[in-house]
Antibody
Framework: QVQLQESGPGLVKPSETLSLTCSVS????????WSWIRQPPGKGLEWIGY???????TYNPSIKSRLIISLDRSKNQFSLKLTSVTAADTAVYYC??????????????WGQGALVTVSS | QSVLTQPPSVSGAPGQRVTISCTGS?????????VHWYQQLPGTAPKLLIY???NRPSGVPDRFSDSKSGTSASLAISGLEAEDEADYYC???????????FGGGTKLTVL
């Protein structure tokens, strides 16, 4: 049974860095792609970016300049760092697995989500 | 503004059939990338409902089906049940963005 669990601070001050970690069980981080998605309160889903097990990354152009996604193979985790946050970054952040697929990627397993509020 | 366009809401009575549309463009659905669908029950994470060419993960009933034509796709739910009341999202891959894109979501109300 594949399970993902987000963890990190629930409150971040404006202009600071948002950091989240996704712990994966039931699957090796050294396979598949791994992704972050966010959902502002009462709004829809926004893909943030993904990382391949090789370490290569692809980010949403809208936040690419502020984003770093990385892997920690020893802990079977991957992480998100979003710098210079504003209130617009307040959202539930989900981590998800991306299986290999030839006609466009999708997300087969999701974490339960972590609410991050940006406020002073 | 989402790259994929969905109606904000649809509704239907128990037992009826409803469809949710998802309209994209030549850089995503029209480019041949598949459309995938997710169900998000209130207060929970999205769950994969249909992926690829009408594939359903284990446990998803065959009341859920999808179709695709040109730059659009649709999700059909037949034999509507109260437990189907949720938000539904379509998702595809966009070659101009080199990443995944979502629809804005459709809230299904079971009357």
């Amino acid at each position: 049974q594949v399970q993902l669990q987000e963890s990190g601070p629930g409150l971040v001050k404006p202009s600071e860095t948002l950091s989240l970690t996704c712990s994966v069980s039931g699957a090796s981080i050294s396979s598949y792609y791994w992704s972050w998605i966010r959902q502002p309160p009462g709004k829809g889903l926004e893909w943030i970016g993904y990382i391949h097990f090789s370490g290569s990354t692809t980010y949403n152009p809208s936040i690419k300049s502020r984003l770093i996604i990385s892997l920690d193979r020893s802990k079977n985790q991957f992480s998100l760092k979003l710098t210079s946050v504003t209130a617009a970054d307040t959202a539930v952040y989900y981590c998800a697995r991306v299986p290999p697929y030839s006609y466009g990627y999708y997300f087969d397993y999701w974490g339960q989500g972590a609410l991050v509020t940006v406020s002073s | 503004q989402s790259v994929l366009t969905q109606p904000p809401s649809v509704s239907g009575a128990p037992g009826q059939r409803v469809t949710i549309s998802c309209t994209g463009s030549s850089s995503n659905i029209g480019a041949g990338y598949d459309v995938h669908w997710y169900q998000q029950l209130p207060g929970t994470a999205p769950k994969l409902l249909i992926y690829g060419n009408s594939n359903r993960p284990s446990g998803v009933p065959d009341r859920f089906s999808d179709s695709k034509s040109g730059t659009s796709a649709s999700l059909a739910i037949s034999g509507l049940e109260a437990e189907d009341e949720a938000d539904y999202y379509c998702q595809s891959y966009d070659s101009s963005l080199s990443g995944m894109v979502f629809g804005g979501g459709t809230k299904l109300t079971v009357l």
